[in-house]
């Protein structure tokens, strides 16, 4: 029997996974891999905070709107994916921001390693090829933990999470946690911002559900005080799953 190998952050190394934490400024990366890629993930995200910070400086709206905003000509491909999840989904562009970094990230490194974990701040994205479990933590009193097995097929893909009580990001929300999954990280990391606005109550977890999958998700889980709504492609298991 396999153990589907759990995903959180462990800096030490296994028969499958080399990690590493890579800190530049506020970001803060950490990275699963059958090499140390510390290295060139530095180098990426440097890069990619420095498009982010002169666009910003184009176009101050992109850092404090909470809707969409005028799309701008002559842009790099973060911004550019930023825009197009911030529409996609109907937030800001920044709510995309986490998802993008860790996207383009593993992009930037996908061609040194045959499997890939990204973390940026709860948001993933990864490649596999084996499953591998991802445990969601809600915070709340009834659910210590969800997992999710992820099987190679739905991967790459971005897996994102949206909290009313963890994490610094805003929400006008009140879900413990509304978890997304889609082919595109930003996008994942939008959707599951609105998704979790859309929940006041356990009134609203369906039908925000249904908003995630209509714009785009594969796969869409939300936690709220003692329910749990999942949609779409999603395999709930033990998070000390052995496959």
């Given amino acids: 029997m396999k153990r589907a190998e759990r995903f959180y952050r462990d800096l030490a190394a296994s028969h499958r996974w080399k990690s590493c934490r890579v800190r530049v400024e506020t970001s803060d990366l950490y990275i699963r891999a059958d090499q140390d890629l510390s290295d060139p993930a530095e180098e990426i995200i440097r890069s990619l905070r420095k498009e982010i910070r002169d666009h910003i400086a184009r176009q101050d709206t992109f ?128 959707i599951a911002t609105e998704v979790c606005n859309r929940v006041q109550s356990e009134d609203d977890m369906e039908s925000a559900a249904s908003y995630g999958m209509d714009r785009g998700a594969s796969g869409v889980v939300i936690v709220y005080r003692d329910r749990l709504v999942a949609r779409g492609d999603v395999e709930l298991t033990d998070p000390d799953y052995e496959d």
Wanted: proline letters at 5%; charged letters at 15%.
């Fill in 63 to 190: 850092l404090t709107s909470f809707t969409p905003v005028e799309r701008l000509d002559g842009c790099p491909g973060i911004i550019s994916m930023m825009y197009e999840a911030s529409e996609r989904a109907g937030v800001g562009p920044m709510a995309a921001i986490a998802g993008a970094v860790a996207e383009l990230t593993g992009r930037g490194l996908a061609n040194r390693t045959e499997e890939l974990i990204i973390e940026n701040g709860g948001d993933i994205w990864m490649k596999l090829s084996r499953p591998a479990v991802v445990v969601i933590y809600p915070g709340g009193n009834y659910f210590d933990c969800v997992a999710l097995k992820m099987h190679p097929h739905q991967t790459p893909c971005g897996i994102c999470t949206s909290s009313a009580r963890i994490g610094v990001s805003f929400s006008f929300g009140r879900a413990d946690a509304a978890t997304v999954i889609a082919s595109d990280a930003a996008l994942a990391d939008a």
